[in-house]
């Protein structure tokens, strides 16, 4: 399975990006994606996941009502649309996918077998 994240970039505080995981390789129907972010010298922070054939979408607290996930079987692309962001939430984002996770591993990046390369999102204030 290979992913590539993309749609990175620089934002004002309270500004939108969307984000794009394109999922290759596999079929994916039974995957679950996550999107995942992390800041140097911290964790990696669930933000997002959505098991795709059934369209189940789970959001971190902290990104709720702001942050929507999507999926587009056609593309087989996985979106993440960020709105009123902040600039704490200056972080490199990545896509990750299992086929095999739990609801309760999927908050958990080291239950996810395959992920992509990250992409910078940079809010300034």
């Known amino acids: 399975v290979q992913l590539q994240a993309s749609g990175g970039g620089l934002v004002q505080a309270g500004g939108s990006l969307r984000l794009s995981c394109a999922v290759s390789?596999?079929?994916?129907?039974?995957?679950?994606v996550g999107w995942f972010r992390q800041a140097p010298g911290k964790e990696r922070e669930f933000v997002s996941a959505?098991?795709?054939?059934?369209?189940?979408?789970y959001y971190a607290d902290s990104v709720k009502g702001r942050f929507t996930i999507s999926r587009d079987n056609a593309k087989s692309t996985v979106y993440l649309q960020m709105n009123s962001l902040k600039p704490e939430e200056t972080d490199v984002y990545y896509c990750?996918?299992?086929?095999?996770?739990?609801?309760?591993?999927?908050?958990?990046?080291?239950?996810?077998?395959?992920w992509g390369r990250g992409t910078l999102v940079t809010v300034s204030s």
């Open positions: 990750a996918a299992d086929s095999r996770l739990i609801t309760s591993s999927i908050f958990l990046p080291w239950q996810y077998d395959y």
């Open positions: 390789g596999r079929t994916f129907s039974r995957f679950t």
């Open positions: 959505i098991r795709w054939s059934e369209n189940i979408k």
